[in-house]
């Protein structure tokens, strides 16, 4: 079971990014995927979950409107669209299962 996250990167406030998750190992469209972040010196923040057909998300409150979560289960990929970014966003960006796995995480920094 495999999780692969990319499409961090330097952004300026207001910027945007697309991050994506490939899942290998195992029958991605009979999973959730979650999407978390970490600061550095922070916990974990859980960001947001799609269930397995793509028809339900949520996310949490400070980037619900910012944010949008997608999935091609034909690419076994899953999509973290970030927009309107802010400097309190900037962390480690994670894609997992409910059972912790996650992958190495991408960088996403903003900053002017």
């Known amino acids: 079971v495999q999780l692969a996250e990319s499409g961090g990167g330097l952004v300026q406030p207001g910027g945007s990014l697309t991050l994506s998750c490939a899942a290998s190992?195992?029958?991605?469209?009979?999973?959730?995927i979650n999407w978390a972040r970490q600061a550095p010196g922070k916990e974990p923040e859980w960001i947001g979950r799609i269930n397995t057909v793509g028809s339900y998300v949520s996310y949490l409150p400070s980037v619900k409107g910012r944010f949008t979560i997608s999935r091609d289960n034909t690419k076994n990929k899953c999509y973290l669209q970030l927009n309107d970014l802010k400097p309190e966003d900037t962390g480690m960006y994670f894609c997992e299962l409910f059972d912790g796995t996650r992958g190495q995480g991408t960088q996403v920094t903003v900053s002017s």
């Open positions: 190992g195992f029958v991605f469209s009979s999973r959730t």
